[in-house]
């Protein structure tokens, strides 16, 4: 209750008392004690909020791969993919780059331009700070333009076309160009196999690798003596028992064939069946496991040009093989290698790079990279160089010619 109180005048009535309704009273204190909770209950949230956000992981690292993870070519871009996802899984392991976990996204480009940039706006879309990929030299040409305009950088684990040698841009690639390595293929084939004349069969849907190589290999062979007499291309719409006819039709003593590893041992059997003497030899591209898997008895004696040295005892490589196929059950191949190292090179230059440096500026400044079987270093314009190995299948095996 609240009293107003005054003097009493001589002869005047006493006062009456004040009152505020009770109603209004309880109100009143309701409304303080309820004020009093709301605001202990948001510093109460909001100290959660703080502590949650305290506690929330980092924001991770994203780096994006591309690679035919379907149709013709999908044991290269699967290879290629779980060589990107070991790298990852190994440097999260450690901590990932400076405390942030890395991420791998992964787009499947199907061998086809329009997919493989769709793939390219989707990663970027995502905010990667890279790409891992492709693993072929025509979408590497595809959609480089869309990288360099956005200023990202694309690390190609496979990718060897001329096409892309000595420029200024976004591209790196952890393999040599065809000009530096297919002359020691063309050399074993007329000096060490004695082979005069030879018909080149070449995928025309990776026109930018397969006819590289092809021009590449005609001017070592010619010049060492040798003859081209025929080049032959194909697509989807070739008959491959057609297609052997026309690659025989010369008369060749060795037939060399730069396809993917599918259409390369279907071509083998059409050809065995036709002629059972004509040597026969692949580029780098068909030299995975598959080859040995569908070629069968027709692969035998083939000679395979690959990136790999699978005798190598390096103890970096033989630490790789071995994670590698505990975690994915089966050999990595030269995809599975070249993907690795591609990846690694990307984290390392993120590990390294420093404040207001770009991804590109940080891998040319960086030296050498640390590959599974031999250093990596780039020249100013992202190409490096690396062994090819010459190989025979026998007895169902990739084997080094002696």
């Not at 059409?270 to 026969?280: E, S, Y």
């Amino acid at each position: 209750m609240i009293k107003v109180q005054s003097r009493l005048a001589a002869g005047e009535a006493a006062p009456t008392e004040t009152r505020m309704p009770l109603p209004t009273i309880l109100s009143a204190g309701l409304i303080g004690r309820a004020r009093r909770i709301w605001l202990l209950a948001v510093a109460a949230m909001a100290t959660v909020l703080l502590g949650i956000v305290a506690c929330a992981p980092p924001e991770p690292v994203r780096i994006g791969f591309l690679g035919g993870l379907s149709g013709r070519v999908a044991d290269l871009g699967i290879g290629g993919r779980n060589g990107a996802i070991l790298a990852v899984e190994m440097r999260n392991q450690q901590g990932g780059i400076h405390g942030r976990p890395i991420e791998l996204i992964a787009e499947d480009d199907q061998q086809d331009a329009e997919v493989a940039r769709q793939a390219v706006t989707r990663l970027l879309a995502r905010k990667v700070e890279l790409i891992v990929g492709p693993m072929t030299s025509a979408m590497a040409v595809a959609v480089l333009p869309q990288l360099n305009a956005a200023g990202i950088v694309l690390i190609s684990p496979t990718a060897t076309t001329n096409a892309l040698t000595g420029l200024d841009d976004q591209f790196f690639r952890v393999v040599a160009p065809t000009a530096t390595h297919v002359f020691r293929s063309a050399e074993y084939h007329f000096r060490r196999q004695g082979l005069r004349r030879v018909v080149l069969v070449y995928d025309l849907r990776n026109k930018a690798y397969s006819e590289s190589w092809a021009g590449d290999f005609r001017k070592a062979f010619e010049a060492l003596g040798g003859r081209i007499v025929g080049e032959v291309g194909f697509d989807a719409s070739n008959a491959l028992a057609d297609l052997a006819l026309a690659v025989l039709a010369s008369e060749p003593d060795g037939v060399l064939i730069i396809a993917n590893s599918v259409d390369t041992a279907l071509l083998l059997q059409q050809i065995r069946r036709r002629d059972a003497g004509v040597r026969l030899a692949t580029a780098e591209w068909a030299a995975t496991e598959q080859l040995i898997e569908l070629g069968g008895r027709a692969a035998e004696g083939v000679i395979v040009a690959q990136y790999v040295d699978r005798e190598s005892r390096a103890p970096a490589y033989l630490a790789f093989s071995r994670a590698y196929r505990e975690r994915f059950a089966h050999d990595p191949g030269f995809p599975g290698l070249t993907a690795f190292d591609a990846t690694n090179v990307a984290l390392d230059a993120l590990t390294s790079r420093s404040a207001g440096q770009s991804v590109k500026q940080a891998i040319l400044a960086h030296g050498d990279f640390a590959g599974a079987q031999l250093p990596i270093r780039f020249d100013a314009h992202g190409d490096t160089q690396r062994d090819t190995f010459l190989l025979v299948i026998s007895d169902g095996q990739f084997k080094s010619l002696p």
